[in-house]
């Protein structure tokens, strides 16, 4: 999530919000969040754990990229 964060100050575009799983149970059923951490990027793409951040900034190209499948795991 800190990464998340971050590159939410360096970049107007992008919105990072952190969501306890257990006090929104209606959230985690919605995105499938079994195990944290879990990105989800634009509601269908999603990371899975903690990533380094090289890796992170892959996954979420990944994740936007018009070739990337809906719901895709990275």
Do not use: W
Request: aromatic share 10%; glycine share 6%.
């Amino acid at each position: 999530m800190r990464l998340a964060q971050c590159f939410a100050i360096e970049n107007d575009l992008i919105h990072a919000d952190a969501i306890e799983a257990s006090e929104f149970p209606d959230l985690s059923a919605r995105y499938h969040v079994y195990a944290v951490p879990r990105t989800v990027i634009n509601g269908e793409g999603f990371i899975e754990g903690s990533l380094p951040e090289d890796f992170f900034l892959d996954a979420v190209l990944k994740a936007v990229s018009p070739e990337t499948q809906d719901g895709e795991a990275l």
